[in-house]
T-cell receptor, first 114, second 112 residues
Framework: GENVEQHPSTLSVQEGDSAVIKCTYS??????FPWYKQELGKRPQLIID?????GEKKDQRIAVTLNKTAKHFSLHITETQPEDSAVYFC?????????????FGKGTHLIIQP | EAGVAQSPRYKIIEKRQSVAFWCNPI?????LYWYQQILGQGPKLLIQ????????DSQLPKDRFSAERLKGVDSTLKIQPAKLEDSAVYLC??????????FGSGTRLTVV
């Protein structure tokens, strides 16, 4: 089955700086890669996703890049703000029918220092 | 659009007792998932339903966990008997084909 590794487990950055979280996956058939933000005691919220036919996707301060050859994808947050503090999870799956449950990484605790 | 509804929000039981969780997905979402999220970890898929059929239950501990989705809409997840290591948040999610996955708020289970 799929295995997703996520690094770092904790990331502390100064407000206004950029943050990068990296994930690798093992199943070359995986074609859908979402990123979730989870605040303490709350549900995971989708913040951005990318499919394997695209190398990069951007939404305001958030971007995701995908390297299919190396089987890794990354989340980039620019101009970080205090409200960006949360745990971020990457995930992967083979989307498009059949068994498409998400395999998650272990999470990155992002701390924005004022 | 109403979200994924789950109940109860919290449950405390003693080990060896049984417990059930309920989920109502977003209207029209044919696919429903149950995940287990242990504190400090990412969610782990337990079971996936497509309408009322099981698509994937490879990670469900079938000796104690069971789930059903009889009419292809809402679903229940049961644990019997519970163990201490079952303490976790149980998340339900639903999706449309090629659509995003939407999670419910979860049920926080504490087994003492």
């Amino acid at each position: 089955g799929e295995n997703v590794e996520q690094h770092p487990s904790t990331l502390s950055v100064q407000e206004g700086d950029s943050a990068v979280i990296k994930c690798t996956y093992s199943d070359s058939a995986s074609n859908y890669f979402p990123w979730y933000k989870q605040e303490l005691g709350k549900r995971p919220q989708l913040i951005i996703d990318i499919r394997s036919n695209v190398g990069e996707k951007k939404d305001q301060r958030i971007a995701v890049t995908l390297n299919k050859t190396a089987k890794h994808f990354s989340l980039h947050i620019t101009e970080t703000q205090p409200e960006d503090s949360a745990v971020y999870f990457c995930a992967a799956t083979v989307s498009g029918g059949g068994a498409d449950g998400l395999t998650f990484g272990k999470g990155t605790h992002l701390i924005i220092q004022p | 659009e109403a979200g994924v509804a789950q109940s109860p929000r919290y449950k405390i039981i003693e080990k060896r007792q049984s417990v059930a969780f309920w989920c109502n997905p977003i209207s029209g979402h044919a696919t429903l998932y149950w995940y287990q999220q242990i504190l400090g970890q990412g969610p782990k898929l337990l079971i996936q339903f497509q309408n009322n059929g099981v698509v994937d239950d490879s990670q469900l501990p079938k000796d104690r966990f069971s789930a059903e989705r009889l009419k292809g809409v809402d679903s229940t997840l049961k644990i019997q008997p519970a163990k201490l290591e079952d303490s976790a948040v149980y998340l339900c999610a639903s999706s449309q084909p090629l659509g995003g996955y939407t999670f419910g708020s979860g049920t926080r289970l504490t087994v003492v």
